[in-house]
């Protein structure tokens, strides 16, 4: 079994996970993410919910939502860690 992380950014806020869980496999560990990001979006607003799926040794292998049927692909991926570290030095440089 492999050790996965699965991160959750909800509106402004992220919660990073610590611990992680096991699975077989990526495909595993992907699909837990998305069980993970409907049942957030369940409780409130569903499209600002997103799971940050990392492996054991902290690499990102996708981002999924509620929404999306499948994971994004790993150019997505960068483009939004891109975007959200650029939100992130902006929000700190005005606060």
């Avoid at 492999?2 to 806020?13: G, L």
């Avoid at 996708?62 to 891109?82: D, F, L």
Wanted: aromatic fraction near 8%; include cysteine.
């Amino acid at each position: 079994m492999q050790h996965y992380f699965f991160d959750i950014h909800w509106n402004d806020e992220t919660v990073l996970d610590d611990e992680g869980t096991g699975h077989f496999d990526d495909g595993s560990a992907l699909y837990y993410g998305r069980t993970l990001a409907i049942r957030i979006a369940r409780c409130g607003k569903g499209e600002s919910v997103r799971v940050h799926v990392r492996d054991d040794q902290g690499r990102l292998l996708s981002i999924v939502t509620p929404g999306s049927w499948r994971p994004e692909a790993p150019s997505q991926v960068r483009t939004r860690a891109i975007i959200e570290r650029d939100r992130t030095r902006q929000s700190m440089m005005s606060g």
